[in-house]
């Protein structure tokens, strides 16, 4: 383990921050016309009102984020496997944001599998096969190898996923990133776990940087670059968090959001099994077209249900 420019406690966070915020604002605004432009979504509410815009922006966060962790923070085996992971999940939607037609959905998620593998192995060959699930009282559990990898790849997959399925509303999966990330932020500092909390800091801050951007009305979108990324990003903390279980908590409103509309897909495709009739997936679809909610209050409605929720947890989390 070694730090490329020091190990100082207060000055290289910082000086990681700012590079990670001018870094991403700077080269969002001089490669904004050489990005991939959105053609529209037909079947999205207000989805032709992207057209034209550029799309794929994930690519300058996620390797501003990259070179800030590399950069600005310990680098060791584990940490570099991760953060090759989250590129290259970044990469796997930044051609697919590129192509003229979008790929097979087929394609993707195999593609996600193979990346939730690779997470998996790295996590169970650092780390091992036993599991806590709160702080107090500590129960940890030790899981079979093979049961612990195919959990930690339901976990990846699904993260990815519902994250990449809640991106369809101006700044909203980026914000609910943020609130996410943060609140595992706080757990991992609380508990001592702190190992990856840098990364996350920069990684908020990109997050930050392009939501300068991506403010109703945006200018850019992120794209299954960013929204890939995003979601690999978050499935990684859960686990270094230590308590992987406070994904579904910290994390609710965008398994709700996304993962209903997967789980409407799947169940009606693969079991002829009709869910779900009267909502429109993503719930973010629903409230904007049945409720009438505007995307500014859709935004900022869902991101008070989860930062309720995660200030709940965390109070929880530091009160036993």
């Known amino acids: 383990m070694f730090y490329f420019f020091g190990s100082g406690s207060g000055v290289i966070p910082f000086a990681g921050s700012l590079f990670a915020f001018l870094a991403t604002f700077i080269l969002m605004k001089v490669f904004e016309d050489k990005l991939p432009h959105d053609q529209g979504r037909a079947y999205a509410v207000e989805g032709t009102l992207s057209k034209g815009k550029a799309r794929g922006a994930g690519i300058i966060f996620v390797l501003v984020f990259a070179a800030a962790s590399l950069l600005f923070d310990y680098i060791d085996n584990q940490k570099v496997i991760y953060i090759a992971v989250i590129v290259a999940s970044m990469f796997t939607g930044y051609f697919d944001d590129a192509s003229e037609k979008p790929w097979n959905e087929y394609i993707k998620g195999a593609l996600d599998l193979g990346l939730a593998a690779v997470v998996a192995l790295t996590y169970l060959y650092y780390n091992g096969n036993r599991f806590a699930f709160f702080p107090q009282p500590y129960i940890s559990v030790e899981i079979p190898y093979w049961l612990a990898f195919i959990l930690i790849v339901i976990l990846v997959w699904t993260s990815v996923n519902v994250t990449n399925c809640t991106d369809g509303v101006d700044g909203l999966s980026a914000t609910l990133t943020i609130i996410t990330l943060g ?18 800091m920069y990684f908020v801050t990109v997050l930050m940087a392009y939501l300068w951007y991506n403010a109703n009305p945006s200018s850019m979108l992120m794209g299954d670059a960013g929204s890939r990324a995003m979601g690999m990003m978050i499935a990684v903390v859960a686990l270094l968090c230590g308590y992987p279980l406070l994904y579904i908590p910290f994390a609710l409103v965008m ?22 009739a009267n909502t429109r997936c993503p719930l973010h679809d629903h409230a904007r077209k049945t409720l009438e909610w505007s995307n500014t209050q859709v935004v900022f409605r869902f991101a008070i249900i989860q930062s309720i929720i995660n200030i709940l947890i965390i109070f929880l989390f530091e009160s036993v």
């Open 255 to 276: 398994i709700l959001d996304g993962g209903l509309g997967l789980l409407k897909v799947a169940l009606l495709r693969f079991c002829k099994i009709k869910i779900l």
């Open 183 to 200: 609140s595992f932020f706080v757990c991992m500092e609380y508990d001592g776990s702190a190992d990856f909390s840098r990364s996350i």
